[in-house]
């Protein structure tokens, strides 16, 4: 009999195998058609009256039949301009220039005659229109410029009260998930510019969620490189997927903003029309701009669960010692590659207020200056249950999870950068940031274990507590030399940078166990206060010097140190009475460590025409020193390692671009992995980390292509990417006869990832509409320890998303997709402990604007989970409307009003696939509930204000 796991196995190895081979041929079937040449236009445009050159004058073969682009190219510093790989066949000829009418000129191409030179062309002031040629122009929405992917703002219709983050959903190849999140081209961004200028620091969504979207035109997308390696031309690795904002120029100089404030209640959810759980938020953002200074503020006040911000401060330190999000009293789990099949991440209910500023200055051309600095504090209260199926060498138990919890945050941010170009031959960098964070998290639950058959195994019940604070600060210089030999320079990068972070757990749980033979049942209690304090210092330092070997040739030769010391301590006390406590000597635990990492590295750079390569290497000593002082035991190691590397760019043509990518590195373990410290935050769960790791050795390879018709507007962004780690460190669990977990990390031989990512978009002129498709696929194998037990452990996943939207938006704006994923874990032992899920989900989004001033939107999600492993997979319908109306002089108020979760389905689920683990967790959150908000939007530009309508939600 075929097994149903078995069925979806299949049908994701094919959909792996289909996606790879999907992605093969788009990319063979691209390549092959961009070497097409058939004809080429080629001419000179001028000026009619003065007889000059004019640079940059927009060339364009247009189809006879419909007017839509085929060519498209930009005259050069002569004039000229030059269309390739036109097929036979009659077209129009457009040329246009700012400040000049657009000139028109049917043209036939024929076969027999591969260079048609149509001579000087001349523009006028005057316009002269091809007789009977009706011709309607579109925005090109994208181009691609060397490793830069461009989006024109104009082309991509937003509403007035629209912020950056919703601009970008609209962009090809741009995704901005629910908690406001951005990838591009699969990949999660990491940084946002203002005009090439920082904004905040490297916390996105800073810019995404307060900054509005009339204020750009155009959006940058590209792999930013270090600062070293822009000073040297060499590729060190060290990319950061980012976005540049580039403004309009009207923007560039005035006083914008916004002003929002609102008001709502959750009586529709409740029924209750006394309901007194009053609702608010407020959020103001102005900004000041000139020709020399961008200068930002905000400020956020809401207990909507609305942040404008990243929550990464919060996470870094609150909670057990294990699990952030445990709280101390959680199943305490570290984080093993689950992968989230399913979720709401907006759960439980916050309160939230933040408020800061960002400086931008030049003081010259050459020399800029940025500061920031941001302050958030949260306060979050959670009631979840969490169903979890556990797995063990040969069959599976059973546990569920009560837990109330409460989690309070303050952090300050502060960052600042200055870059000098001391002279055409000098340039220098100088970088720093300094946080503070502090809190608390109080976590009561209770956990109970029991067999498939519901058979009792063990239970607890913890009340838990913590209060931390934790200060880091670091320092980057960089500075840059270039000799008077073109390509010889040599640039220097040191940085420093500590921390310190202390917590204090107050440990309480009862704890009661079944009789499995041999043992009778039994309960015991912990009550334990925890002290734990961990300071680090690092640093590191490197020299790179670049020499010109001939015409598009270099070498680098480099060397780097680095440097990560670390001192640790846990002392743990068991309280006899509330008066009195006793140091335990076996769990307290005193550890110093020091990782130093010597790196000789070579690199060869040949740059040609269209293509630019690098290839080269290093070899790497590192030297592991560690002490565990409380039993004087000490740990050496010592690491030689190879670690090569390649790159290869290519530009086919303006509109498509191939990189590929192999690099190796070495991933040392974490302080948390390295501690053989025992974590009793959950006594039914513990941790204890192993000294005895060794660093991970990695090879990873990438492909990419990106490619863009400016004839067309079809776009197709693809990626492949795998990996092999030798030392891979994964987590061993083993399970005792009161079936209490522990976790010990290992190092395992071989581990082998690989995904594929594709994006296609294309218009569908006949229907004025516009198709999205995202595909993605990953495959994983490594090895899974239970109780001794080897497991080789693959795991599929594969998603699909697809949907369609209108291209004219000026009065309807429509979209509506469906996309789905499926996960497939398999064990080559346990077998019958194979899991399998899908969940797909529904949704559309409709924007109508009624006459000039009223707006209606509304916006559904429909998700539905499948899966044998959980008794309740239910269906999720999630609706919101909502009705706007702009007024005042300029349009520059905005009244709205929302509804959220119209049908009151949000019940805050959240699932995960975990190698050794399923997992459902339900958490309360905030269901159907209205506000109602005014928002006054500042735009004063040039001396004069206009103002618009602007919202925000």
């Not at 792999?223 to 540049?244: H, L, P, V």
């Not at 001192?567 to 008066?579: A, E, H, Q, V």
Request: charged residues 20%; without cysteine.
């Amino acid at each position: 009999m075929v097994e149903v796991g078995d069925i979806n196995t299949n049908l994701s190895m094919n959909f792996l195998q289909n996606t790879i081979s999907l992605l093969i041929l788009l990319l063979s079937v691209s390549i092959v058609n961009l070497e097409a040449q058939n004809v080429t236009v080629e001419g000179k445009i001028i000026d009619k009256i003065s007889s000059e050159t004019l640079p940059g004058a927009s060339t364009m073969l247009l189809q006879k039949n419909d007017s839509t682009l085929y060519k498209f190219g930009v005259t050069n510093l002569e004039g000229k301009f030059n269309l390739k790989g036109a097929k036979p066949g009659e077209y129009i000829l457009q040329v246009s220039f700012i400040g000049y009418n657009t000139y028109y000129k049917k043209i036939e191409l024929k076969s027999e005659t591969p260079l048609l030179n149509l001579g000087t062309i001349s523009l006028t002031v005057k316009a002269e229109m091809l007789k009977g040629v009706e011709v309607v122009e579109e925005i090109i929405p994208m181009a691609i410029k060397g490793d830069t992917i461009e989006y024109d703002a104009d082309a991509f219709k937003t509403q007035p009260e629209a912020t950056v983050g919703d601009l970008l959903k609209k962009m090809p190849g741009v995704e901005v998930d629910k908690s406001g999140t951005v990838k591009a081209q699969g990949e999660e961004v990491k940084k946002v510019l203002i005009d090439g200028k920082e904004f905040f620091g490297d916390d996105t969504k800073m810019a995404t969620e307060n900054l509005p979207a009339d204020m750009v035109k155009k959006v940058q997308v590209y792999d930013d490189m270090s600062e070293m390696s822009k000073m040297t031309g060499i590729d060190d690795g060290n990319r950061t997927k980012t976005i540049n904002l580039k403004l309009k120029k009207d923007r560039k100089k005035g006083v914008f903003g916004n002003v929002t404030t609102s008001g709502g209640s959750t009586a529709l959810a409740t029924g209750d029309l006394n309901d007194e759980t009053g609702l608010y938020n407020g959020k103001f953002n102005v900004n000041k701009f000139t020709e020399k200074m961008q200068l930002s503020t905000l400020g956020m006040l809401n207990n909507t669960n609305e942040q404008g911000f990243s929550y990464r401060d919060y996470i870094n330190f609150v909670g057990g010692g294990v699990n952030a999000f445990a709280g101390g009293g959680g199943f305490g789990q570290l984080n093993t590659g689950g992968i989230l099949i399913g979720g709401n991440t907006n759960d439980g209910f916050t309160k939230t207020a933040a408020g800061g500023a960002n400086l931008n200055y030049d003081f010259t051309p050459a020399s800029t200056f940025s500061i920031n600095y941001f302050y958030n504090q949260a306060d979050k209260d959670m009631n979840r249950t969490i169903e979890r199926q556990n797995i063990s060498d040969s069959s599976s138990f059973n546990t569920f999870q009560n837990e109330i919890q409460n989690q309070f945050d303050k952090n300050h941010r502060f960052n600042l950068k200055y870059k000098q170009q001391i002279d055409s031959t000098q340039d220098l960098t100088i970088s720093g940031n300094l946080t503070y964070s502090e809190g608390t998290s109080i976590s009561i639950s209770n956990n109970k274990s029991t067999t498939n058959k519901g058979i009792f195994l063990n239970e607890s019940n913890t009340n838990n507590s913590t209060v931390g604070e934790n200060i880091s600060g670091t320092g980057t210089i960089t500075y840059g030399k270039r000799f008077q030999k073109k390509g010889r320079s040599v640039v220097t990068n040191f940085s420093a940078g500590s921390s310190s972070n202390e917590k204090k757990y107050n440990i309480f749980s009862s704890n009661s166990f079944a009789a499995i033979p041999p043992n009778l049942p039994f309960t015991n209690t912990t009550d334990q206060f925890q002290f734990e304090n961990n300071d680090q210092f690092n640093y590191e330092g490197k020299i790179s010097y670049n020499e010109p070997l001939g015409k598009g040739k270099y070498v680098e030769l480099s060397y780097e140190r680095k440097n990560y010391d670390n001192s640790y301590l846990k002392d743990f006390f068991d309280i006899i009475s509330p008066n009195s406590e006793i140091f335990n000597t076996n769990l307290s635990l005193s550890y110093d460590n020091s990782f130093v990492y010597d790196n000789y590295g070579l690199n060869l750079r040949f740059a040609k025409g269209k293509s630019n390569f690098v290839v080269g290497g290093a070899s790497q000593r590192s030297v592991l020193d560690g002490e565990i002082i409380s039993t004087a035991t000490k740990i050496n190691q010592t690491e030689w390692n190879l670690l090569p590397k390649a790159q290869w760019n290519y530009n086919f043509n303006t509109s498509t671009r191939f990189v590929f990518n192999y690099f190796t590195n070495v991933n040392q373990p974490t302080l948390q992995q390295l501690q053989p410290t025992l974590d009793n935050s959950n006594p039914l769960y513990l941790y204890q980390g192993n000294p005895d790791l060794n660093s991970e050795y990695r090879h990873t390879a990438s492909l990419r292509v990106m490619s863009f018709s400016q004839f067309s507007f079809v776009n197709i962004f693809a990626n492949i990417t795998g990996s092999y780690t030798k030392d891979k460190i994964t987590n061993a669990q083993s399970l005792n006869n009161q079936f209490i977990q522990t976790t010990t990390p290992i190092n395992v031989d071989d581990d082998y990832f690989l995904s594929g990512y594709l994006y296609f978009g294309s218009p569908i002129r006949p229907i004025k509409a516009k198709i999205n498709i995202r595909l993605n696929s990953s495959i994983s194998r490594s090895i899974l320890f239970i109780n001794t037990q080897k497991n080789d452990l693959e795991r599929l996943a594969n998603g699909f998303d697809i949907n369609l939207e209108n291209r004219n938006k000026d009065v309807v704006d429509i979209k509506a997709g469906t996309k789905f994923s499926i996960t497939n874990t398999t064990y080559s032992e346990s077998t019958n402990l194979n899991q399998s899920f899908l969940s797909t989900v529904y949704y559309s989004e409709l924007i109508i604007n009624i006459k000039k001033t009223w707006t209606f939107s509304t916006e559904l999600d429909y998700t539905q989970y499948s899966g044998d492993q959980f008794a309740n997979n239910p269906d999720i319908p999630i609706l919101q409307a909502s009705l706007s109306k702009r007024f005042l002089k300029g349009n520059a108020g905005l009244l709205k009003l929302t509804v959220y979760d119209i049908f009151n389905e949000n019940v805050g689920i959240n699932r995960t696939s975990n190698s050794n683990y399923i997992e459902d967790e339900r958490v309360n959150t905030l269901s159907r509930y209205f506000l109602i908000s005014f928002t006054y939007k500042i735009s004063r530009f040039g001396g004069k204000k206009k103002k618009e309508a602007e919202t925000s939600n």
